[in-house]
């Protein structure tokens, strides 16, 4: 079975400065998807970035940047410029491809937005 | 695009009476709607994948007589808990993969169950 960890339960970052949240998954499958997700208050799932396994490049959106390191297993997600909306729960998930299709997610990492 | 319409966003109940929960895929159709459990600040937890016509697969430990799911249709499943208990309070969510996209899922806005 497939495991995703998150390390830190609670991060806090200052206005404008940047964040990096950590990711480990366990599979001994090649060909999947990460993911990170996005949880406000309003509890409203968003997805921030995902990330294809065969893909060597790292996914960028905008702001929000991630470290695939296949080898090692890790998806670590780097917030720059980091905003008072970015607050959030945030989780990183899995799910195999050819499959049923079902995301695993890790345990959440709470991001306090300081000023 | 790819949006899940769910409702209702919030229900309270009394002890022993059943609730259902809609999710709709409005402009896709939902061939796979997957129904999670989510308990104050934890995880997203599985309980349960509803594929259209055909009977649900329950995760392990998830009660199929208490959480009957329904996918009758492309666009609609439904989560019906029945004889509702306390410990039944939760907020429930579902979500479906969009089959357009490479592995791209669309989540509904949430359920909060309160069973008093």
């Known amino acids: 079975a497939q495991t995703v960890t998150q390390s830190q339960p609670e991060m806090s970052v200052q206005e404008a400065e940047t964040v990096t949240l950590s990711c480990t998954y366990d599979t001994s499958e090649s060909d999947y998807y990460l993911f990170w997700y996005k949880q406000p208050p309003s509890r409203q799932m968003i997805l921030v970035i995902r990330q294809e396994a065969y893909k060597q490049q790292n996914a960028t959106e905008n702001r929000f940047s991630v470290n695939f390191q296949k080898a090692a297993k890790s998806f670590s997600l780097k917030i720059s410029d980091s905003q008072l909306g970015d607050a959030a729960m945030y989780f990183c998930a899995f799910v195999l491809t050819g499959t049923a299709s079902k995301l695993t997610f890790g345990t959440g990492t709470r991001l306090q937005v300081t000023l | ?116």
């Open chain 2, 1 to 116: 695009g790819a949006v899940v319409s769910q409702h209702p966003s919030w229900v309270i109940c009394k002890s022993g009476t059943s609730v259902k929960i809609e999710c709709r895929s409005l402009d896709f159709q939902a061939t796979t709607m997957f129904w999670y459990r989510q308990f104050p600040k934890q995880s997203l937890m599985l309980m349960a994948t509803s594929n259209e016509g055909s009977k649900a697969t329950y995760e392990q430990g998830v009660e199929k007589d208490k959480f009957l799911i329904n996918h009758a249709s492309l666009t609609l499943s439904t989560l019906t808990v029945t004889s509702a208990h306390p410990e039944d309070s939760s907020f429930y969510i579902c979500s479906a993969r969009v089959r357009s996209t490479n592995y791209g899922y669309t989540f509904g806005s949430g359920t909060r169950l309160t069973v008093v």
